[in-house]
């Protein structure tokens, strides 16, 4: 027979998951990740949801000589951003899901 109080404490213990995993993404969306490439000549600063906040570059890239090597910075700053931003994100979910965070892949659920 189904026992309605184990699923009493399995609603309050999800409703209680759902509310840390609120606070993380709020924690997530203030948090601020900064990603240089090319020595610092390129910059991108975002939040911990991988939202773009801002972009910095050198002026001296914004030549038409530099056209290329602007490019392949802006991939490079990106890609990394976006690896660390689900790195971030990750572990913060893990740990508001309350998992372990010691298994392999796990941080790329979220």
């Known amino acids: 027979m189904f026992n309605l109080g184990n699923l009493g404490d399995m ?3 999800m409703k209680s998951m759902q509310e840390n995993i ?3 993404k709020e924690e997530l969306r203030k948090e601020e990740i900064v990603v240089e490439v090319g020595g610092g000549m390129v910059k991108i600063i ?3 949801l ?3 906040k801002d972009v910095l570059i050198d002026k001296t890239l914004l030549t038409e000589d530099n056209h290329e090597i602007l490019q ?4 490079a700053a990106f890609n990394e951003a976006n690896r660390r931003a689900r ?3 990750g572990e913060k979910m893990t740990q508001a899901a309350g ?3 010691n298994i392999p892949g796990l941080g790329n659920l979220f």
């Open 50 to 52: 991988g939202e773009i």
């Open 22 to 24: 609120e606070r993380a």
């Open 46 to 48: 975002l939040n911990g």
């Open 99 to 101: 998992l372990p965070s």
């Open 11 to 13: 609603m309050k213990m």
């Open 72 to 75: 392949d910075l802006l991939v």
């Open 87 to 89: 790195e971030v994100m």
